[in-house]
């Protein structure tokens, strides 16, 4: 039998679970799921921001840090988020990380009574706290003000700018939420308002990206912009398929795409990405490098780990180098 060898799964099971939460009083107690965790590293140390559901469907993020990337400790505290404009929000969820000119950002959906936004905030510039200032976060913008998901901010300004990909929500899936196939560009001068500036990438009809959203921020490469992003089947009858892939955008106008892997790089296979609150989804939404070069590129030998939801229900890691993801963009 063939394998593809571009990522692999380096536990053999999920790497935190539900069992891996304490109680976090009043909120939190025996909570039902923990998934979709945004990662960044800092000075060495691997932290998430952690997405939990309670017994109540409430939502909550929680922070948990590690020194190997594999073994972490979680908070005893959910991160407060304070400053947000008076909205009806009922979760605040699936939170992306990046580093940025020294400071940490953190991008989350919201469902809101007027549909789905997605909010930027920062950090109070505690890198050196344990969670890394993701306990206290401060309201910075509201992307675009239109309804959307998954937006993931660059790492760096490009041309001046700072630049985010997001996935405004338009198709309306099967028995599902409102979904989208079209990646966007926006642009800001100051992280707030946001401009829309063009389409990146849309879906492909039929095959295993119908619906896409980006996962993971962008990870700055030799060969361009590596980004990792979802892509939902959603011509089976029973369920949708929630795979990865990836793709190679310029690294001076990242919304031009440069190369994008044909195939799906990791797909539910194992148990516990085939079963649980949503069946057959892996939802990639944290990735750190091992190691960068002196211009803060990630080699072709630096290896990427992918934090990622499984089945709405476990976070899992998956991992593979720059350079066997690279290649497969060219698949
Ligand atoms: C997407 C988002 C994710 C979720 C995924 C699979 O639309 O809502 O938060 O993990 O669906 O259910």
Known sequence: ??????????????????????D????????????????VVIAGRTHLLLRVQTRGRRTFCVPAVSDDGLSFRVSGQ????????DMCVYHNYDPRLTLLEGRLYVITALDTDDGGRCALWRTNNLLDAEFAGLDQLEFVSLINNQDTRNAVLFPE?????????????????NRGPLSGSTIQMSV????????????VMSGNPHYWDELIGSGPPPIKTRHGWLHLYHGVATHFQSSNI?????????????????????????EPR???????????????SGATVSHEDDEGFAPDGAMVRIYYGAADTVVA???GTVGAIVKACHQ
């Open 270 to 284: 194992e148990s516990w990405e085939k079963m649980g609150q949503v069946p057959n989804v892996v939802f990639p």
């Open 317 to 319: 890691v998956a991992e």
């Open 24 to 39: 976090l009083l009043p909120d939190i107690v025996d909570a039902s799921s923990v998934f979709n965790p945004g990662a």
């Open 1 to 22: 039998m063939s394998e593809n060898n571009t990522l692999i799964r380096p536990l053999n099971g999920p790497l935190l679970t539900r069992e891996s939460l304490p």
């Open 242 to 266: 929630y795979q990865v892939g990836a793709v190679l955008l310029d690294l001076n106008h990242p919304a031009n795409v440069l190369a994008r892997t044909r195939d799906n790089i990791l």
């Open 78 to 85: 959910s991160s407060q988020f304070t400053g947000l404009p």
């Open 188 to 199: 800001s001068e100051d992280l707030k308002p946001w401009q829309d500036a063009g389409e």
């Open 157 to 173: 300004r490009i041309a001046g700018l700072f630049h985010l990909l997001h996935r405004p929500n338009l198709t309306v899936l």
